[in-house]
């Protein structure tokens, strides 16, 4: 057996890509975790799980940290489709500067 490291699979653009990539994710999902994680205590602060009901008046039969996990997540997900659209819109390509978005007027 030898000590040297094993070639990389792949080329270093696409090396570079998942880096990008990774920073781009993370940049999105820990800011989101961390918001989710006031969120979730500021609305349990005010609101108790035992007293939730479903919209047709029956209680909800689950355990209050089931409540508040899945609160949570709810709040994980929303906060992080808002996040990832910001950097989507914040990302796009800038349009050449001699030409119209709907080439219009010419």
């Known amino acids: 057996m030898s000590d040297s490291p094993a070639p990389a699979s792949g080329s270093s653009s696409e090396s570079t890509t998942r880096t990008a990539l990774g920073r ?8 989101s975790f961390l918001m989710a994680g006031v969120l979730t205590a500021l609305v349990f ?4 799980p035992g007293d939730l009901t479903w919209f ?3 209680p909800v039969e689950l355990p209050r ?4 996990t899945m609160g ?9 489709l808002a996040a990832s659209l910001s950097v989507l819109m914040a990302t796009l390509p ?13």
Do not use: N
């Not at 602060?45 to 108790?48: E, I, K, T």
């Not at 949570?72 to 992080?80: A, G, K, Q, T």
């Not at 800038?94 to 010419?106: M, T, V, Y």
């Open 24 to 31: 781009v994710a993370m940049a999105v999902v820990w800011p």
């Open 94 to 106: 800038e349009l050449p500067q001699d030409r119209h978005p709907r080439a219009w007027p010419r």
């Open 56 to 58: 047709g008046g029956a």
């Open 72 to 80: 949570f997540l709810l709040f994980w997900l929303i906060i992080s």
């Open 65 to 68: 940290q089931a409540v508040y």
């Open 45 to 48: 602060a005010l609101v108790d």
